[in-house]
């Protein structure tokens, strides 16, 4: 009876494997009934199973760890936007997700917690983005359209790409990646009446500290709709996070003459200053940002 219960939990795993036509988070679960059915076999056998059998069984159980990864991942995808809905972040722990998940899952054969880390690199308040992967035993078709996305250079990141096995594990790594956005704010000029006669002050904050490579800081016109390069190389560099410009008054004067038609009068309660942040070093390629300031007055 036992040998007869195996046989058919066996052909069923055959049967839900080599059928393609089945909806995939279907035959998952059909691997993993097929799975339990064969380990109750196995149980009622004294844990016994022929050797013609065994490299079966072994692989179907990798099968069924991994079909519960990648739903598990899924899960906690889930999860963790309706932790930043709430939030407007990303949790640095999957752990914080108490509340939002039912039970926080771990790698069903090691216990421990996915890999995952927040980006971008080195946030330690409203974290936009994140890295989260399962190292897989198999070579699962869903990793044909992961993220293979390496977050190394970010604290605490791990190398996404299929066959780096999640940071150098033997195995298969299946990996989402949500893409941080980017958060810059123009903290000066504020509203109120400015001389172009006199410097003009600005200055900005992008994450904490700054994260991006290079800024380009621009004069604008809300009602030309133009705008006009203030930085006289282009950009400044990473470090700076305020520009002071000592005339602007030859750069008013520009923008009116390009305006179409319109007076320094109409123009002169329209006036703007845009940043626009650049970060070529992050996890993926480059990410721009950009944020202008309150409107203001050039008199």
């Given at each position: 009876?036992?040998?007869?219960?195996?046989?058919?939990?066996?052909?069923?795993?055959?049967?839900?494997?080599?059928?393609?036509?089945?909806?995939?988070?279907?035959?998952?679960?059909?691997?993993?009934?097929?799975?339990?059915?064969?380990?109750?076999?196995?149980?009622?056998?004294?844990?016994?199973?022929?050797?013609?059998?065994?490299?079966?069984?072994?692989?179907?159980?990798?099968?069924?760890?991994?079909?519960?990864?990648?739903?598990?991942?899924?899960?906690?995808?889930?999860?963790?936007?309706?932790?930043?809905?709430?939030?407007?972040?990303y949790p640095h722990l999957l752990s914080e997700l108490d509340g939002y998940i039912s039970v926080v899952p771990t790698d069903p054969l090691t216990g421990v917690s996915y890999a995952y880390v927040t980006l971008p690199k080195g946030c330690t308040s409203r974290c936009t983005g994140y890295h989260i992967g399962a190292l897989l035993e198999t070579n699962h078709r869903v990793l044909m359209s992961d993220a293979d996305r390496d977050s190394t250079p970010g604290k605490g990141g791990f190398n996404g790409v299929d066959s780096k096995g999640c940071n150098g594990k033997r195995g298969y790594c299946f990996d989402i990646y949500s893409e941080p956005s980017a958060t810059?704010?123009?903290?000066?000029?504020?509203?109120?009446?400015?001389?172009?006669?006199?410097?003009?002050?600005?200055?900005w904050t992008s994450y904490e500290g700054g994260d991006f490579d290079y800024y380009y800081v621009m004069l604008g016109n809300t009602l030309s709709g133009s705008e006009v390069t203030?930085?006289?190389?282009?950009?400044?560099?990473?470090?700076?996070?305020?520009?002071?410009?000592?005339?602007?008054?030859?750069?008013?004067r520009e923008m009116i003459a390009n305006s179409g038609g319109l007076t320094a009068d109409e123009m002169e309660d329209a006036y703007y200053v845009a940043v626009l942040a650049v970060s070529d070093d992050r996890v993926g390629g480059s990410t721009v940002a950009r944020a202008a300031s309150a409107q203001f007055s050039i008199r």
């Open positions: 009876m036992i040998t007869s219960l195996l046989q058919t939990a066996l052909t069923l795993l055959l049967l839900v494997q080599s059928n393609q036509h089945i909806d995939r988070s279907l035959r998952e679960q059909a691997i993993i009934v097929s799975t339990q059915a064969i380990d109750a076999a196995v149980r009622q056998g004294g844990g016994v199973v022929s050797t013609s059998y065994q490299s079966l069984v072994d692989e179907a159980r990798q099968k069924a760890r991994d079909a519960r990864r990648i739903s598990e991942i899924h899960q906690l995808r889930v999860a963790l936007e309706l932790y930043y809905d709430v939030h407007g972040g810059l704010t123009v903290l000066s000029p504020g509203e109120g009446d400015y001389s172009d006669s006199l410097p003009l002050d600005i200055s203030l930085t006289p190389d282009t950009r400044v560099s990473q470090k700076v996070t305020s520009l002071r410009v000592d005339d602007i008054a030859g750069t008013v």
